[in-house]
Structures are given as C-alpha cells and as structure tokens.
C-alpha cells in the first residue's frame, strides 16, 4: 500500500497542451510498477500507463515499460492541426555498487602490526547512481595475526553492495616478561655485592622484538630491592617484570669494649682485652671476633681491632684505641690526597707528640730526598709534584722523652686527578678535573660507558662539570649506574683547526 501510494502520488504529474479553438490536449500517465529508490531514482524498471484526452490522434502507446535509465518514450497526439509532443524518461539504478579498495587512517604502530584502535574505510565504484557512502569502521580487538573488517558501500539509489572484506595484524597485548638474577644469593638468601638481573619475553602473537639490557643492581641496601626492565613485541606493546633481591652490601656496625679501665693517667700499662660485639639491623649479626689480649706496641693512639660478620656474608671492623705506654709516638690515619700536581698528607697525631719531619723521595731539584715539612700539625700539601711520579714520604714522629716512630705513605699525581681513580660518586652532576696543559686554550673531554662514547665535549679550562643528563649524537644520556671511563686531550691552537695533541691521560669513576 506504501508504495502504491508513492506509485499514484508521482502519477500526478500531468503534461497538458491546450489546441486552438478547443479545450486543449492533455497527456496523463500513471506508475504501475517500480521499485522507488532515493533521490528520484528507480531500483527496478518501471512501467507507466498512459492515456491522452483532448485529441483526435494519437501515437503514444497506452502502457510502456522502461528498463535502464537511458529508455526514453516520445510521442505526440493531434488535434486537427495541432500536433502536440510528449516525453517521457525515469532514473533507474537496478545494479548495486561494488567494493573496490579499503584504507586504513593511519600507518602500523609496529612492524606492519596495529596495537591500539584504527580506523577502516571502504571505497567503492557504481556505473549508475554513483556511490552515496561506504562503511568506516573502527577496530580495537580481539588481537589476531589476520583480523578481518567487513564493510559494504550504498549507491545514491539506495543499493547496497556486498560486503568486501580488508585484514589487517592486531596485538594489543603486552608480552610476558620474566626477570632472572644471573647467580644465586651470596649468603643465606642475601646479596651482598652486584648482580646483574636480565629480562626474556614471550609472546605467543607477534613475537618479541627487543628486551631491556641486562641491570646490574650494586645498591642501595634492601631486604626488598627491585630491579624492573621490560620486553616490546614486534606490534609495539610493551611488557615489565620485577625482579626483587634481598641485598645488604654493608657490614654490621662494630662495638669494641675494653675489659677495664686504664692503668693511669690514661695509659694501660698492662695487657688488656677487648671483647667485640655487633649490630646489623638488615640482615642480622651472624659472628663477631673472639676476644684479643693487647699486649703492645706501643702508642698514644694504638687500636685493637676486630670484625663481625652479617648473615648476608659481609664484615666489618672495629677497633678501640688506646694509650699503651712503649717506644716512640705513633701517628694515625697518615694518608695522602692527589690534587692539581699536589698531594695533601693527613694524619692523626698522638697526645705526647712533640715534632713530626717529613721526607720525600725523590727531593726537591735533583736531590735524592728532602725534607718538605717540619712542626706539630696534622697535615701539609706538597706543591708543584711531576705527573706520573711517585713520591715516598716518611713521616718521623719525636716525643718528650726523646723516642722517634716513623711512618711511610706513597703518592702518585695524576694529569686527571678528580674524581679519584676509581671513586664512587652520586648519580648528581660529577665535576672532572684535570692538570692544565701550557699552551692549551681548549680541550676535548670524551665520557664512554660500557666502551660506548656518549659525550664529547671542548671546555675552555681544566674542570668540566657533567650534567645530570645531556644530549649526544642525537640521543639522550643521563648519569645512571654503572662505570664510566674518561680521556683527556690538549687543543692545539684555535678551536675550529681541530688540532690536538697527545693524551693527557684517562681516568675512570662509578656512579652509585
């Protein structure tokens, strides 16, 4: 009933021609069958009836039948001598479109794998009406290495194609990531010095790409330290895993008691002994030194010393001092700091010392040794050192009474001389230092990490200060942990003439 209505409502349209001296030819025409498609187009062929009032002739057929869009009906009627024509054509579209292509809004996250929502839109082609819309489509699941969207295109009459099919690789799912320590626990389920964790995946879809580098944990201290790395699959996700340690690389915490006060005036004269004891609030206490009997020698500073030794296999010392009467005065705690061409000697002295001399091989000019201080202090810096050279310092103590005890400590100045050799540093910015070069009016300061460069830099000075982070060739670096080795050159005249001369030296510091 709908579409007879439709039929009779386009059956109004009348075409009327009115003949001289009469009342006029009309042509009138009526839709019998037809399938109404959109904007004025025909799905099926289309038959009309027609009829013509008002004329004594006629050559228009009284039903006609048009079968594609190019049927055209023409005809005319006559009424006396006047001849009116008529004519007649329909939109007809009976053919649905076709598929064609499909494409997608953006490129593969990963190795020609999608791994997030994307969008699929179909073309398509009709000879007819012409194409009014086809289906976009937005795929976000389930993962599969031939996922397959459907879709169909509609022509401006109102057909619809088939559905074309377009398939596409989606993983949307991370791999699984384990993290495996490289040896067993040091000691009772404990680590005490590094280990290197490292990562494997599996994905059971795309495939892994790539795994985080192996981590070597050193630090800090925990009865649950985590070390976390990850694995990317070739679609792009990315996977984590944890491994957590039980680490303590620190010794207990010593205590040394003395089994009885001094003998006088604060000295012993006697033997003593002394009971060690520990304390470890990680791992816990496992042994500690039997007693010791001090006995000698002799000194206003001497120490007795022993160890304990925490569950997760480290020690640590201990020690008392104490005043045993003997022969000469000892000092304590000599030690000596490389500088700029320098070495700055420490020491501890002990209450009854009197004067200290110091004596260095090799001297000062040519001679075999010289002394290079004298007095009662703690301490002295020795300028003006060779690079490369080791100088031998003996330190001779004298008390009141005349006794001498001597002490001996070695120093080799270095062209880079900070941070030490082998010194352990923050994960904050690290200066560099290094002995001037006469003549130099810049420097090339090269910094690798496990033997890959990844900073270069030309400061105009001895002293370079390296960032927290920084950009090299093109990529980002940062002072994470780990062992990083340093060289030095001297520039040789201007900068941009790129002329250097031989290595100063190179040097090397850990960042905790």
């Not at 790395?229 to 008691?257: E, K």
């Not at 160890?307 to 705690?333: H, I, M």
């Not at 352990?424 to 890959?452: D, E, H, I, T």
Request: aromatic fraction near 8%; charged fraction near 15%; include cysteine.
């Amino acid at each position: 009933m709908k579409r007879l209505a439709f039929a009779l409502a386009l059956a109004l349209a009348l075409i009327a021609v009115p003949a001289a001296g009469s009342a006029g030819i009309s042509f009138n025409y009526l839709i019998t069958a037809g399938t109404p498609g959109n904007s004025g187009w025909y799905l099926s062929p289309v038959t009309v009836s027609i009829s013509v009032t008002g004329a004594t002739d006629s050559n228009c057929p009284a039903v006609k039948t048009f079968n594609s869009s190019s049927d055209v009906l023409n005809c005319s009627a006559t009424d006396g001598n006047l001849s009116v024509p008529f004519s007649l054509q329909f939109k007809i579209d009976s053919t649905p479109p076709t598929v064609t292509s499909a494409s997608v809004d953006r490129p593969a996250d990963s190795n020609g794998w999608y791994n997030h929502a994307v969008t699929i839109t179909f073309v398509g082609s009709d000879a007819g009406s012409g194409i009014a819309s086809c289906t976009s489509v937005s795929y976000s699941g389930p993962d599969s290495a031939s996922a397959s969207v459907s879709g169909v295109c509609k022509d401006v009459a109102g057909n619809t194609s088939s559905p074309g099919a377009f398939q596409i690789k989606y993983d949307s799912s991370p791999p699984a990531v384990t993290a495996n320590p490289a040896r067993a626990p040091d000691d009772d389920g404990w680590y005490s010095h590094a280990v290197q964790v490292a990562f494997a995946g599996t994905d059971s879809l795309s495939g892994i790409a790539s795994c985080s580098s192996p981590v070597t944990y050193s630090g800090p201290d925990d009865a649950s330290a985590s070390v976390s790395g990850s694995c990317t699959d070739q679609a792009g996700n990315q996977g984590t895993a944890t491994s957590t340690l039980r680490y303590d690389s620190t010794g207990p915490n010593v205590t040394v008691d003395l089994s009885r006060k001094p003998d006088a005036n604060g000295w012993y004269t006697k033997p003593v002994v002394a009971k060690f004891s520990g304390i470890d609030a990680l791992s816990g206490v496992a042994s500690c030194t039997a007693p010791q009997t001090f006995k000698g020698p002799d000194g206003s500073d001497e120490k007795v010393t022993g160890t304990c030794r925490d569950k997760a296999g480290n020690t640590a010392t201990g020690s008392v001092e104490l005043r045993y009467d003997g022969s000469g005065p000892r000092l304590a705690q000599v030690a000596a700091a490389i500088g700029d061409r320098s070495a700055t000697l420490s020491w501890k002295r002990p209450a009854d010392l009197k004067a200290i001399e110091v004596v260095r091989r090799p001297g000062r000019g040519s001679a075999a040794s010289s002394v290079v201080y004298r007095g009662t202090g703690t301490g002295f810096q020795d300028k003006n050192l060779r690079v490369g050279v080791a100088y031998h310092y003996t330190l001779t103590t004298k008390d009141a009474a005349g006794n001498t005890a001597t002490a001996a400590v070695t120093a080799t100045p270095r062209a880079l001389y900070a941070p030490a050799t082998g010194a352990k540093v923050g994960a904050g910015a690290v200066k560099l230092a290094w002995v001037a070069k006469p003549g130099s009016r810049f420097y090339n300061v090269q910094l690798f990490r496990g033997g890959k460069k990844i900073l270069s830099a030309w400061p105009l000075i001895a002293t370079m200060r390296v960032a927290q982070q920084w950009a090299y060739a093109g990529k980002k670096y940062k002072l994470t942990p780990g062992t990083y080795h340093w060289y030095v050159w001297p520039g040789v005249g201007s900068r941009a003439a790129s002329h250097y001369g031989a290595l100063l030296g190179g040097s090397s510091f850990v960042v905790r």
